[in-house]
């Protein structure tokens, strides 16, 4: 396609040139023909630089044509012939055209465009064509504008995958493109030190091209990778086709050829990308991308990537062999495709040696660390419902572990109040504010080493469980003024396995054996709590005052907490085992390794108390006489204490303090501090069971 582009506009610039240059021998009074010293003018004379807006009338052009040269402009009036010479050029809308040396001749219509030599015989000003920052570069052009036919000489092309040589080059009366002896390459170099040469091609514009046999060749010389012949489209828009490879050098693989693959557009959603690495010491990897959309619907792509490494040699200590594979998925939905569902994904998963061994890029080599997460996210009835899945995998390549999340499943029912109704209530109904909330989670879980992941005691170190969880709450108002909330929270959790510990004195110290047992097991737990809050305001003004009024907000806040224990035996939760042979014993959960944990061991109590402070005064403004300004002097002053109701001593935690207040409105100033009621005990370095208030008439210390 290359081919095309260049001879089309190559054909439309000369054109160009033909019809404007005509018109001003045409327009000529004078008859004597110029010779070379006639037409050699000062470099500053406005004649080396023509914008010609006269125009014949079969060959308007829409836009002003501006031309000349640096050195000289010759007009031959007895052989028909035109010539710019040193750095000609030619500038035609965003096209432009610059050569040592450009001749039209008239009487045949024929154009040509030369480099020329400098004075150590170096060929340069090579005729350059450039349309949009797409350059074409070659040594000779010419074109005859009766029979259509172009001829172009090592021509160098930049296109958007690499560069395209052509030794010759034959523009035909039905605008095919012949050329002898060419090559396309990515390397940048005038002499490639690789390229795909071939030695007949025929480009039909808007449909193909078509080559003989081509091989691949390396500082020009052959190699064996050849084919009998290609076909490539060559048509606007995605295109498919062969993608040529990188040559290099590497110490312990070889000589090798990287990223040679095929690019597949299959249609406007998808495409595929195969690639391959080949080494000459026996490496290879394979590489394959795919990426695909669908408009309003969903975006994504995936690698999959398989390789292996063989460096030094097998009687060699430091002989290596190693297959690795890494994949990679990425999908995401639009917003605007299902508001109730939706899909993401985010896969990368692969050998830890993968990056050392086969990754080019430095951020995937210093990568130490894979995570991938898949999920889908529903709602039912109006957000009523909502259901979620998702699997994770995190995998770290130093200490080669793996962990599976697979799935993690949860579903919730949002809160409700089942005693709503859709009559009118009235308004101190006061169940208007119960409500119950569901939900659902279970969970796969395993963590090993990734050289153990797909080993038969895989699925013996399988942890999983479901879990049930109804929190009940309600609320309401007593005597207008104090807030309560009352809640109680009921878990249910679900185990297909537990362990069984029992003391063995095979040894002299004896030890403890752990067993799994696979048995259903059904844990219960459930707690309450309460909390009471109410506000206090104290106002005082001061109507002729500079201080207009001084307002004090107490907050007092009660909580309550209990749950019971479950380390009775009459729950089955946990058990005593020997642990010497002297008969010591400890308590150990069977349910430890659980992986939504174990109801506690022991019953709980807590009171909590606190009090908190806001302090605000208003004054006149100095800006306003009629308005006032509020200047808040403690923002949030809170002392609090908790009493624990299960302990049978120390049942008083410290007193804390912490409040926080602005300074001059930009500097904000927190204070805090920590008072026990207990005395300390400087043997033990430990507070003990004795008040302050007892011991040394003080409340705190």
């Known amino acids: 396609m290359f081919a095309t582009r260049f001879f089309n506009k190559i054909c439309f610039l000369f054109i160009t040139l033909l019809s404007t240059l005509s018109i001003y021998a045409q327009s000529s009074n004078d008859s004597i023909v110029a010779n070379h010293n006639d037409t050699i003018f000062s470099k500053n004379d406005s004649s080396f630089i023509k914008k010609d807006t006269i125009l014949a009338k079969d060959d308007a052009l829409k836009s002003d044509v501006e031309y000349g040269a640096n050195d000289s402009v010759l007009f031959n009036m007895v052989e028909k012939k035109v010539t710019l010479y040193g750095q000609a050029y030619l500038n035609y809308e965003n096209i432009k055209l610059t050569a040592g040396k450009i001749i039209i001749d008239l009487d045949n219509n024929t154009i040509f465009s030369y480099c020329i030599l400098d004075s150590a015989g170096n060929k340069i000003e090579l005729p350059i064509f450039d349309e949009g920052g797409k350059t074409f570069r070659s040594e000779y052009i010419s074109y005859n504008f009766n029979t259509k036919k172009g001829y172009i000489k090592n021509v160098k092309s930049e296109q958007d995958a690499g560069f395209m040589h052509g030794q010759i080059i034959k523009r035909m009366p039905n605008d095919d493109i012949h050329i002898k002896n060419g090559s396309f390459t990515t390397c940048d170099a005038d002499c490639p030190h690789f390229e795909l040469k071939f030695g007949k091609a025929i480009v039909k514009p808007d449909d193909k091209i078509i080559t003989g046999p081509a091989f691949i060749a390396i500082e020009s010389i052959p190699t064996f990778l050849a084919i009998p012949f290609a076909i490539f489209p ?16 590497s110490e312990s693989r070889g000589y090798f050829l990287e990223g040679l693959g095929y690019y597949w557009g299959i249609n406007d959603n998808i495409d595929l990308t195969l690639k391959t690495d080949i080494y000459t010491r026996g490496s290879y990897a394979f590489k394959t991308n795919s990426t695909y ?6 975006t994504g792509g995936f690698d999959i990537n398989f390789s292996r490494t063989i460096e030094s040699e097998k009687e060699l200590a430091d002989y290596k062999n190693i297959k690795d594979f890494f994949i990679k998925w990425n999908h995401s939905q639009d917003a605007k495709a299902n ?13 830890s040696s993968y990056n050392k061994n086969t990754s080019g890029n430095t951020s995937d080599y210093l990568s130490n660390t894979f995570n991938s997460g898949v999920s889908y996210f529903r709602s039912f009835s109006d957000n009523k419902y909502n259901m979620n899945i998702s699997i994770r995998h995190t995998q770290n390549t130093i200490l080669k572990t793996i962990s599976i999340t697979a799935p993690d499943f949860s579903f919730n029912v949002n809160r409700f109040n089942p005693f709503e109704t859709k009559k009118a209530v009235k308004k ?9 909330y569901y939900n659902l989670s279970s969970r796969n879980y395993i963590d090993t080493y990734d050289s153990l992941l797909f080993s038969d005691n895989t699925l013996n170190n399988l942890r999983n469980g479901i879990k049930h969880s109804i929190p009940i709450s309600h609320s309401f108002n007593l005597l207008k003024y104090i807030n309560i909330t009352n809640s109680i929270s009921y878990n249910q959790r679900w185990y297909f396995d537990h362990i069984q510990k029992q003391y063995t004195a095979d040894s002299a110290s004896g030890y403890i054996k752990t067993d799994t047992i696979r048995q259903f097991s059904m844990l219960h737990e459930a707690s309450f709590s309460s909390s009471w809050s109410t506000k206090l305001y104290g106002l005082v003004q001061f109507p002729k005052s500079y201080i207009r009024a001084i307002r ?3 907050t007092p806040n009660a909580s309550l907490t209990l749950s019971p224990g479950y380390g009775d035996d009459k729950w089955g939760y946990y058990k005593k085992v020997q642990t010497n042979p002297q008969g010591d014993q400890t308590t150990y959960s069977l349910y430890s390794n659980g992986i939504y944990g174990a109801p506690s061991q022991y019953k709980s109590g807590v009171v909590n ?28 002053l809170t002392l609090g204490t908790n009493y624990d109701l299960a302990k049978d001593s120390l049942q008083w935690s410290d007193l804390y303090v912490n409040g926080r207040t602005k300074l001059f409105e930009r500097l904000d100033l927190k204070y805090s501090g920590i008072w026990s009621p207990y005395i300390f005990d400087e043997a033990s370095k430990h507070a003990i069971n004795k008040y302050e208030i007892y011991e040394n008439d003080r409340l705190f210390r």
């Not at 959309?293 to 969903?298: L, Q």
């Not at 508001?339 to 692969?350: L, Q, Y």
Request: no cysteine.
């Open 428 to 436: 101190n109904n006061i169940m208007k504010n119960f409500s119950i």
């Open 293 to 298: 959309v669908k408009r309003y619907k969903y």
């Open 339 to 351: 508001p109730n569902s939706k899909f993401s994904a985010d896969i990368n998963a692969g050998t």
């Open 609 to 636: 108390l606190s009090i908190s402070n806001n302090l605000e005064m208003k004054i006149k403004s100095t800006k306003d006489s009629t308005k006032l300004k509020k200047i808040i002097l403690i923002e949030n």
């Open 552 to 554: 004090h907000v107490i």
């Open 234 to 249: 060559n048509k606007k828009g995605q295109r498919s086709g062969l993608i040529l490879p990188f040559y290099g050098n």
